[in-house]
């Protein structure tokens, strides 16, 4: 028989297993996602795009913006990733951007919505605005396929009848958190819209609200280099184990997909402990105004007036050195869950080569084929204001993420191409 120190001190550790996350590796669903460099309408503004999206994400408070497993493949617009999504039965296939900075998903943006037996019109208007775009129509419900007849029934579908900033595309995949559709429904402002994840979840599709990400960097203007895996992550895609941090609750961060993190350029301090977001729907690393003007003193860059990113040369480019974003809370704050404790600060690094634009894609950014351009730039306002960086795809693309509404966490792990030298 056990004695009752020892029985005591199973039973503390059994409790602490099962209240530790389960993570659930190598999900069947999985959905590809392409990267495309979309220069339809001329050269990108690449800075203007994610200035004004990140404008709106920082002064929304469930409004308008909306604050509002498997996998499958995504394409990249060059602001964004695409995945294509069926709607409807028979299905119309329709290419939607990838946004974990919003929730709403919607269509109608150039392929119009086509009705079949699956389509129910719920009397619902429906608005959205991103800063970068808006859409605004009608909300029907309706059978979404993703992947290989991966199937959701009844999903909130948003049916623009008027959309701007989304040339060539179809509309939204929105795999943020479902706060953030809050007051997307005007005449129903109170309201939350389950995303494409939470009705996975609770038609018992996947085990866990959790959707995992690769991204892979490229030199092409398009290509399928992604994927979205729901209910879990896929172990091919990434190297070592994944590190998990709690969602902030500091700040406008703490709406959507926002973490905690300090950035160091070598051994000197561009951004000090504060909150930002996590973002596929943004291209570049947005950093507070006064940390980019630290970060452009310490590389020596200078900005270019055309395009407005940074450029350095050659030289400064073989004299750049790690840039490092140091994740995980240094701040106390009261743990909602006992999922709390075993977090800890863990820090991903960007070479050189991640800091800088693919030199094959400068001229559809506007940009000169002899320069170097690099991907850090200021989100438009100084440190301190609760949402004071944007970790876009171009931090994605050398990590894979994992999006856990389960555990209110976010991952992030090394993959085989978090050193790479493609650009």
């Not at 220069?39 to 690449?46: F, R």
């Not at 596929?280 to 900005?303: M, P």
Request: charged content about 10%; proline content about 5%.
């Amino acid at each position: 028989m056990f004695p009752a120190a020892s029985l005591l001190t199973i039973l503390l550790l059994a409790l602490s297993i099962a209240a530790s996350p389960v993570e659930i590796r190598d999900s069947p669903i999985t959905l590809p996602i392409a990267r495309r460099l979309n220069t339809s309408g001329g050269t990108i503004n690449l800075l203007q795009h994610d200035q004004c999206r990140a404008a709106a994400l920082k002064t929304a408070s469930g409004n308008a913006l909306g604050r509002r497993t498997g996998s499958i493949p995504v394409t990249n617009n060059a602001v964004t990733y695409i995945a294509a999504v069926g709607v409807g039965s028979p299905a119309t296939t329709y290419n939607l951007i990838v946004d974990t900075g919003s929730s709403n998903t919607w269509v109608g943006a150039t392929t119009p919505y086509k009705m079949t037996s699956t389509s129910v019109n719920t009397g619902q208007t429906v608005a959205v605005g991103y800063g970068s775009g808006y859409f605004s129509g009608t909300e029907y419900t309706d059978t979404v396929t993703l992947g290989s007849g991966l199937t959701i029934t009844q999903q909130s579908i948003g049916v623009a009848s008027f959309s701007a900033g989304f040339p060539d595309v179809d509309g939204i995949l929105g795999i943020g958190p479902v706060d953030l559709t809050v007051d997307t429904l005007p005449n129903s402002p109170a309201t939350t819209i389950p995303t494409v994840t939470d009705n996975l979840y609770g038609q018992g599709t996947i085990s866990q609200n959790v959707v995992g990400v690769s991204f892979e960097p490229t030199t092409s203007q398009t290509v399928t280099n992604g994927e979205l895996t729901f209910g879990g992550t896929d172990a091919t895609k990434y190297t070592g184990s994944i590190a998990y941090t709690p969602i902030t609750p500091y700040g406008s961060a703490s709406g959507f997909w926002g973490i905690d993190e300090s950035i160091t350029y070598g051994t000197t301090t561009i951004l000090s402990a504060t909150s930002g977001i996590v973002d596929t729907g943004t291209t570049l690393i947005l950093i507070a105004s006064d940390a980019f003007s630290t970060y452009q003193s310490a590389t020596g860059a200078t900005l270019d007036q055309t395009i407005n990113l940074l450029h350095i040369t050659s030289t400064q480019y073989s004299a750049l050195k790690n840039l490092n974003f140091n994740v995980g809370s240094v701040r106390p704050f009261s743990c909602i869950n006992a999922s709390c404790s075993p977090f800890a600060q863990n820090t991903y690094t960007l070479t050189p080569n991640a800091q800088i634009w693919p030199r094959a894609l400068n001229t559809h950014i506007g940009g000169s084929t002899s320069f170097i351009y690099l991907v850090v730039n200021s989100i438009g306002s100084p440190s301190g204001q609760g949402l004071d960086f944007v970790n876009g795809y171009t931090f994605l693309e050398r990590f894979y993420s994992v999006f856990d509404t389960t555990n209110a966490r976010i991952g992030f792990a090394t993959t085989s191409y978090t050193d790479a030298t493609t650009n």
